[in-house]
């Protein structure tokens, strides 16, 4: 699958030549299908490895907005072929350097950026980070204008498998990415949340982490 990834990325960059426009539409299919596959074979080995107790969490020192910023840099491309915005707002407070997992919080703040991104048609989507020294957590919160959910549907959306209703805008979609991310969050101390005022009224998704050295 990899393989196939890697000589369809290097046909759509024309390294074997220029193709039509019906062969690059084809190539892209493809392309697009290969990270599809790769998704979910790296969702359902993440279920099996927290599922089994035998997900390790690699803590190191770093600065978490910084990973946002990497997040969001990858993904501004789509945002702009969507005609969204894509803004990050960071905390009034300093956030100091802490300990973390930075794959594992990269993943999830790619997804919820990711699904956000799908499933909001116009407006955009606004990223804070936000520190309570009080507390020591700091959170990171994913807003979008998009098609929202009501607020009965909140409590399945980080249950495996389950999608919810309109979810044709993403018909690709495996319903264990919110989980995944749930579990990510959980397993270095963290919570995670969801909230709407209704369908078409936006979404907010967002998680928090202890502040630890």
């Known amino acids: 699958m990899t393989v196939l ?3 369809s990325k290097d046909l759509l960059d024309g390294e074997y030549g220029k193709l039509s426009k019906e062969q690059k539409k084809a190539v892209k299919n493809i392309y697009q299908g290969c990270l599809r596959q790769i998704k979910l074979i790296g969702n359902f080995l993440d279920v099996a490895h927290v599922e089994a107790g035998k ?5 190191e020192k770093g600065n978490i907005e910084d990973v946002v910023q990497d997040v969001i840099q990858e993904l501004k491309v789509f945002a702009d072929k969507a005609n969204l915005y894509l803004e990050f707002e ?4 300093i956030i100091p ?3 973390f997992d930075h794959e594992k919080v990269r ?3 790619r997804n919820l950026v990711d699904n956000a991104i799908k499933y909001t048609k116009e407006g955009g989507i606004k990223i804070s ?3 309570d020294s009080k507390e020591r957590k700091v959170s990171i919160v994913v807003r979008d204008t998009g098609i929202g959910f009501n607020p009965e549907e909140s409590g399945r959306l980080f249950t495996k498998f389950s999608r919810l209703k309109g979810s044709e805008v993403n018909p690709w979609g495996s319903g264990l990415g919110l989980y995944v991310c749930k579990r990510l969050i959980e397993v270095q101390g963290g919570k995670i949340w969801a909230k709407s005022e209704g369908r078409g009224k936006g ?5 928090t982490l202890p502040v630890r050295e």
Do not use: A, C
């Open 107 to 109: 993943e999830v703040v």
């Open 129 to 131: 980070s936000i520190y």
């Open 55 to 59: 997900m390790v969490v690699y803590r």
């Open 203 to 207: 979404s907010e998704f967002g998680f």
């Open 5 to 7: 990834r890697w000589y």
């Open 90 to 93: 960071r905390s009034k407070e």
């Open 97 to 99: 350097e802490f300990s």
